[in-house]
């Protein structure tokens, strides 16, 4: 059957599943969108305020549903517009195909109109990317894209594909996904060595990460710390793999993570790894973390391992599968001497809050509005440590954030995305007037969409992150950090065609969000103070010693 390669992608985006598509349509895609046109009732787009913004809707989409995003944009400033939508897919591993436009085939590398290398900018940051200079190549590419993107460890694929191999005529071949690949576990002697550490260590410690969430290895991690009764950190990326209010949940770890999760980890013997990094801000010194203590390292990256922290022993293999072998083995052990430390270390982190119209209070009254499957993204900054420590998540995938790049700007796309994703389900955004004044544009698309997102700006007129840096860092020099701006967040709300307000104490927070959580896109103006501070925090290259609580 001949089809067209306008067609042909169509094709191959239904054959993979796809429903929903974010992007911004330009010349180099023109015969692409009138393909989407036709195909309306296949394929649903979404077209963004921006590029960038349309990337992270893609992003947001494939974290709130485990799908493959997709965004389409045009070549030139269309392309390179995505390009931190990306990057910022590719340090959480997120699955992702990027389709983009560019001029014909005869004219690439002659620096034609909105001519970019976008194969070469995006090297760095995606897992593979193509070229398509043959119309015959196009069906099994976007196939291979979409296997990439989705196998292994997950993370974003382009495909650039000229104006020209769109239009022409080629024979289509029906290419469908193959079978899901079986999770390849090497197993016999590494699983049983991992199981001798756990049966002889006395203070065994879970760090479990997005690896888990992307694996729907929750249920096989709550069954492995109770198991082994092993307390449980979280990083950032895997703070919904277990629900908040679970007795062994001592919630996130790291840099700004919990006081309990840090002096715990501190004490282990064993740190059993799921699916997590190690980055730097994760571990601090890396000679005093693992000092005195073995790391049991499990990923399905085999270039994580030994990567950054030194393992013990390492497990090359899909986080789920690997826990379920792991399992099979793994006795019933008791001990309740550890689980009495680690009581006491939860209790010695419960302070009573101060009252007033503080981040934590602001956070814990939205989530009284909120159910278990509400969907919480954030911008990056003091407000995203904030929810990470006060918000109590207790389904997975139901956390939109930007872990390992930091993209100020991500929320509100991501949000959109999600809630597409989740057919429109109550979505919250927490942002602060720094991150939430990068792409606001986008309330124009969460308006058009009429999605009910309701977005908190936690408003302290500066960019709180790096001044609190500056505070303990930099003897107070707060260099262009003060926002010294006048705009009007709940005023620019309605003048994007949703709804806007101010909250200036916990009542008025309430009234706001009785009127409008369910409603269309909400801005809530929150005020807070400008030297609020996340604490705990250990020190850039410190460890659990240097911790700071107040």
């Not at 389709?99 to 593979?128: A, C, M, R, W």
């Not at 399905?300 to 099979?328: R, T, W, Y």
């Not at 936690?458 to 705009?487: E, I």
Request: glycine share 10%; hydrophobic share 40%; proline share 5%.
């Amino acid at each position: 059957m001949k089809k067209s390669g306008a067609q042909i992608i169509i094709e191959q985006l239904c054959a993979h599943g796809v429903t929903t598509v974010f992007g911004y349509p330009g010349s180099a895609v023109l015969p692409l969108y009138d393909a989407l046109y036709q195909n309306a009732h296949r394929i649903s787009h979404v077209i963004t305020a921006h590029e960038q913004g349309a990337a992270h809707a893609a992003d947001g989409y494939a974290r709130a549903s485990g799908k493959i995003g997709v965004v389409i944009t045009t070549s030139g400033p269309g392309a390179t517009n995505i390009v931190t939508g990306i990057a910022n897919a590719y340090l959480d591993s997120i699955p992702l195909v990027a389709i983009t436009g560019n001029v014909d085939v005869p004219l690439l590398g002659k620096d034609s109109f909105q001519e970019v290398d976008i194969v070469g900018i995006t090297q760095p940051v995606v897992k593979h990317n193509f070229v398509v200079r043959d119309i015959r190549e196009l069906e099994f590419t976007l196939h291979e894209a979409f296997r990439i993107a989705g196998s292994g460890r997950k993370g974003p694929v382009l495909v650039d594909i000229p104006r020209n191999i769109q239009t022409e005529i080629c024979d289509y071949q029906g290419l469908t996904p193959a079978d899901a690949e079986v999770p390849v576990v090497q197993i016999s002697k590494d699983i049983e060595k991992a199981a001798e550490a756990i049966a002889r260590s006395e203070r065994p410690y879970i760090y479990a990460g997005g690896g888990v969430v992307a694996s729907g290895a929750e249920t096989e991690l709550l069954k492995l710390s109770r198991r082994i009764c092993a307390p449980v950190g979280l990083s950032m990326m895997g703070i919904t793999a277990l629900p908040a209010d679970d007795p062994l949940n001592l919630g996130m770890c790291g840099m700004h993570g919990t006081y309990a999760a840090a002096m715990t980890e501190a004490k282990s013997d064993l740190i059993i790894a799921l699916g997590v990094r190690f980055s730097e801000r994760a571990t601090g010194d890396p000679e005093a973390y693992t000092k005195n203590r073995t790391i049991l390292h499990i990923d399905i990256d085999l270039s994580e391992i030994d990567k950054n922290i030194s393992a013990n022993i390492g497990i090359c293999g899909d986080i789920k599968a690997v826990l379920q072998k792991l399992l099979e083995i793994l006795p019933q052990r008791e001990n309740a001497a550890w689980l009495q430390y680690v009581d006491q270390l939860k209790k010695q982190q419960t302070v009573q809050a101060p009252d007033g119209f503080t981040p934590k209070n602001i956070i814990e009254t939205v989530s009284r509005f909120c159910s278990d499957d509400t969907l919480i993204a954030t911008d990056v900054g003091q407000h995203q440590m904030w929810t990470m420590q006060y918000y109590p998540f207790t389904r997975p995938r139901t956390q939109l954030t930007s872990g390992g790049l930091g993209t100020m700007g991500y929320g509100l796309g991501a949000a959109i995305g999600g809630c597409i994703a989740a057919g429109g389900r109550k979505t919250v955004l927490f942002t602060s007037d720094g991150s939430f004044g990068m792409n606001l544009i986008e309330l124009a698309t969460a308006v058009t969409q009429q999605l009910p997102i309701t977005i908190i700006v936690l408003q302290n007129g500066t960019l709180g992150m790096v001044r609190q840096w500056q505070t303990m860092f930099y003897g107070g020099r707060y260099s262009q950090t003060t926002l010294d701006r006048k705009t009007d967040f709940a005023a620019l709300a309605s003048a994007f065609g949703g709804v806007g307000c101010y909250a200036t104490n916990i009542q008025e927070l309430e009234s706001a969000l009785q009127n409008t959580l369910d409603n269309g896109p909400t801005v809530i103006v929150c005020p807070i103070d400008i030297d609020e501070k996340v604490l705990p925090m250990i020190p850039p290259g410190g460890s659990a010693r240097d911790i700071i609580t107040s």
